[in-house]
Structures are given as structure tokens and as C-alpha cells.
T-cell receptor, first 116, second 114 residues
């Protein structure tokens, strides 16, 4: 069965600091997708990024970047120059290709607090 | 384009009562997923509906049930409410597919059971 672990429960930083969120996953599948979602206080989960298991190229999108390492089953996410609006709970999630459609298995989430 | 809409946004029930939560997916999405987010328990998968059929179910008792209508909207029903059912219930929709499609979430229905 698949599992996603986010060891950091809460991170507190001062504005403009970088924040790196750790995510480790377990799956028996060779084809899968990894996601990061953001949940602001309003409650709605907002999609941030998606990566498939065959694409280990790391990318930067604005202030967001991610580091996918299949060898260590990790999919870490970095916010550069954090802002107060980045304060939210961030979830890493895994989707396997198969009979479960696009069902996501989520990690426990990391609460990020950015102080001015 | 309208996003995923859920109703009601907040509701309070007492133990033993029944509740129905509603979800309208994004136009063109045929799959609807329900998740429970209870305090301290993260996001737990409840149900997946696609084209009117229940396709997958999480580890929840039978008093959690639902259905999907021909217009792809969905209802989640919870019978015999218990205190631990207090949670944010999130609905998500996606295109039909197997693993690659992004789930778009609604703002949720926050249920309090007294």
C-alpha cells in the first residue's frame, strides 16, 4: 500500500527566508504521480505542482522549486524568499496508476507560518 | 469557469442525526472524490464516484455513503452521526483517468457533531 510521510509538522520562519518541506513516499508501483497542495486558512486545497515518476528533472517556478529523487523516494518542495501569504498547510500526495483513478494518498501536512 | 462547489459550508448536528453534503464538480469532470479532514488526522479518502458508479471506497463504516447523479454532482450521506465525525469534508473533481489528472478541490463543508 502507498504511504506518504511529512516528518515536519510545523515550520516557522521570518519573511524572506527560504522554506524547504520534506516528503518521503512509499509505493510498489513503477508509474506514479506526486503532487504538492497548499491549504490556506480558508480550507480549500490548492494544487501547486505535479511530477510523474519518470521525470526526475527538478524545476523552478517563480518562488517555488522542487527536488524529486527517486533513489531516496523523496519529493521535497522549497519556497524561496517566503512571504506572509505563504502561511498555510502544505500537503504532499501520491497517486498511483491503476484501479483507483486519480485517488490521492496524502501526507500529514506541514504547517508553515511566515512571520513579518 | 466555476470551480468545485460544496454545500452547506457549515453545519451543526447532534449525535445520532443524519447529514447530507452536496458537491458540484467542474464542468467536464466526471469523477468526484470525497475526503474527510478531521482534526489531527490529516486527509482521509472516503469515496470515489465516476460516471454514476461508486468505484472505490476508503476505510470507513457503511454509515458513510453517497451517490453521483447523471449531471455528475454528488452527495455524501452520513447516518447515525458520532462525535468523531466532526470534520471538514472536502469534495474534489477530476477528468476521468488513472493517476495523472489533478484533483480540484472545493472549499469544504465543516460538520460539527455535538
Amino acid at each position: 500500500a502507498q504511504k506518504v510521510t511529512q516528518a515536519q509538522t510545523e515550520i516557522s520562519v521570518v519573511e524572506k527566508e527560504d522554506v524547504t518541506l520534506d516528503c518521503v513516499y512509499e509505493t510498489r508501483d513503477t508509474t506514479y504521480y506526486l503532487f504538492w497542495y497548499k491549504q490556506p486558512p480558508s480550507g480549500e486545497l490548492v494544487f501547486l505542482i505535479r511530477r510523474n515518476s519518470f521525470d526526475e528533472q527538478n524545476e523552478i517556478s517563480g518562488r517555488y522549486s522542487w527536488n524529486f529523487q527517486k533513489s531516496t523516494s523523496s519529493f521535497n518542495f522549497t519556497i524561496t524568499a517566503s512571504q506572509v501569504v505563504d502561511s498555510a498547510v502544505y500537503f504532499c500526495a501520491l497517486s498511483e496508476v491503476g484501479a483507483a483513478g486519480n485517488k490521492l494518498t496524502f501526507g500529514g501536512g506541514t504547517r508553515v507560518l511566515v512571520k513579518p | 469557469e466555476a470551480g468545485v462547489t460544496q454545500s452547506p459550508t457549515h453545519l451543526i448536528k447532534t449525535r445520532g442525526q443524519q447529514v447530507t453534503l452536496r458537491c458540484s464538480p467542474i464542468s467536464g469532470h466526471t469523477s468526484v472524490y470525497w475526503y474527510q479532514q478531521a482534526l489531527g488526522l490529516g486527509l482521509q479518502f472516503l469515496l470515489w464516484y465516476d460516471e454514476g458508479e461508486e468505484r472505490n471506497r476508503g476505510n470507513f463504516p457503511p454509515r458513510f455513503s453517497g451517490r453521483q447523479f447523471p449531471n455528475y454532482s454528488s452527495e455524501l450521506n452520513v447516518n447515525a452521526l458520532e462525535l468523531e465525525d466532526s470534520a471538514l469534508y472536502l469534495c474534489a473533481s477530476s477528468l476521468k483517468g488513472a493517476g495523472a489528472n489533478v484533483l480540484t478541490f472545493g472549499a469544504g463543508s465543516r460538520l460539527t457533531v455535538l
